[in-house]
């Protein structure tokens, strides 16, 4: 207990007056002066732990302004004390060493819970890592898909187009027929004798003339 200072609070242990002295100051303890308080009492029969049970032990115990550990009796007595303490031990002895752990234990102790939280952290992370992954990899086939069914549907929208273009009708053995002012000709009587005009076939153009009667 190298480092630490204990205080002493003497009190009646038994009897009607228990509870009156340093138990009733409890709820009064300077918390920056005082760390932790140890409410302890050797073995004895029932009738001398009864006042560990009573109402205003109780209640000075769960208003104490410091955590509190109950060390009532001995291992196997339970008393309204000990479940209303912040901590019990089942001897007074053993509240003094709860009360004052080793400084390497407790670095010790430290530095185990900090592994464990780093691995748990590290462990989250690699979970999130691998749902990121699967996300993404689940993202790249869906475009994919998407992209492929897009691509049939510009390949069949295409040939749709290709097979209403004119230039596949004149590769059936159609022409167009054009005057020198471009204009369309569509009908006989638009073809006068001498008439110059030109005929638009698959793969090119062909001058021709409206020859006389």
């Known amino acids: 207990m190298a480092g630490r200072r204990a205080a002493r609070r003497p009190d009646a242990r038994a009897g009607r007056r228990c509870g009156g002295g340093a138990l009733g100051r409890l709820g009064r303890l300077p918390g920056g002066a005082v760390d932790v308080a140890i ?37 196997t007595d339970v008393t309204l004390c000990d479940l209303v303490a912040d ?10 060493a709860a009360a004052t752990p080793d400084r390497a234990e407790v670095l010790d102790h430290l530095a185990h819970v900090g592994a464990r939280l780093g691995r748990a952290v590290a462990s989250r992370v690699d979970l999130a890592g691998q749902r990121v992954e699967r996300s993404l990899d689940r993202l790249a086939g869906t475009m994919t898909l998407r992209v492929e069914r897009h691509r049939h549907q510009l390949a069949a929208l295409s040939g749709r187009l290709d097979a209403l273009s004119p230039l596949k009708i004149l590769e059936r053995g159609y022409a167009l027929a054009r005057d020198a002012e ?14 110059a005009f030109r005929l638009r076939v698959s793969d090119g153009e062909v001058r021709a003339r409206v020859a006389g009667p």
């Open 39 to 75: 409410v302890g009492r050797g073995g004895g029969s029932k009738e001398d732990l009864w006042t560990f049970n009573s109402e205003r032990v109780a209640r000075a115990v769960a208003v104490a302004a410091v955590p509190v550990v109950s060390a009532v009796g001995h291992e």
């Open 87 to 96: 901590y019990r031990a089942a001897t007074p002895s053993a509240a003094a």
């Open 182 to 195: 471009d204009r369309l000709l569509t009908r006989v009587a638009q073809f006068p004798p001498g008439l």
